[in-house]
């Protein structure tokens, strides 16, 4: 089962405008991870929380984690047409096997 | 950065068709690779964990007779899908790691199309 639910599924900005994706999880966890997926290619790593880190910023995007909700969020601010893709959290699997666990998605279109 | 190298970026074939994807490590030794499956606009479905110079662990309802997976190597993993048929047509993806909680790196993706 998916480890991570996000909302929205689908999120529809203009360009310079921020976009905020949703993440929640299931279990506990040492960290919780943000990927990226453009249309037809791989996933590239953005940014990983710890579960003792309540915030990150990595250039425009900020992540936030709330253990206690078992929640993160991922904006990204000014956003532009490139950042258009799907966006997924993900989160290791119970034991130390590194599998990862990831979230249904976020499909962000930027519009120019 | 780490790059991870997928291979056939795409693959048309026909029903009854055995397919062979690679996945290779450029630039580090990865004991670990994962599988996984995508289906149109949906998430990454692990299928299996790929370790080297051992057995594979395949996920839960993932056929291991259907989907052979060899890691005989520390730069490569192969995933060959035997007899394919309409139904195994999607997006399949490699990734690899420490184990842990370190990030992945994934390759770009095979489009399996079985005709």
């Known amino acids: 089962s998916q480890q991570g639910e996000e909302d929205p599924q689908a999120l529809s900005i203009q360009e310079g405008e921020n976009a905020t994706m949703n993440c929640s999880y299931k279990?506990?966890?040492?960290?919780l991870q943000w990927y990226r997926q453009n249309s037809g290619r791989g996933l590239v790593h953005l940014i990983l929380?710890?579960?003792?880190?309540r915030e990150k910023h990595s250039g425009r995007l900020r992540v936030t984690l709330d253990t206690s909700k078992k929640s993160s969020s991922l904006l990204i601010t000014a956003s532009r047409a490139a950042d258009t893709a799907s966006y997924f959290c993900a989160a290791h699997g119970s034991g130390n096997t590194g599998k990862l666990i990831f979230g249904q998605g976020t499909t962000l279109q930027v519009k120019p | 950065g780490a790059v991870v190298s997928q291979h056939p970026s795409r693959v048309i074939c026909k029903s009854g068709t055995s397919v062979k994807i690679e996945c290779r490590s450029l630039?580090?030794?990865?004991?670990?690779m994962f599988w996984y499956r995508q289906f149109p606009k949906k998430s990454l479905m692990l299928m299996a964990t790929s370790n080297e110079g051992s057995k594979a662990t395949y996920e839960q309802g993932v056929e291991k007779d259907k989907f052979l997976i060899n890691h005989a190597s520390l730069t490569l993993s192969t995933l060959t899908v035997t007899s394919a048929h309409p139904e195994d047509s999607s997006f399949y993806i490699c990734?690899?790691?420490?184990?842990?909680?370190?990030?992945?790196?994934f390759g770009d993706g095979t489009r399996l199309s079985i005709l």
């Open positions: 630039d580090f030794q990865a004991t670990t």
């Open positions: 990734s690899a790691g420490d184990f842990g909680d370190q990030p992945q790196h």
């Open positions: 279990t506990s966890i040492n960290n």
């Open positions: 929380i710890r579960s003792n880190e």
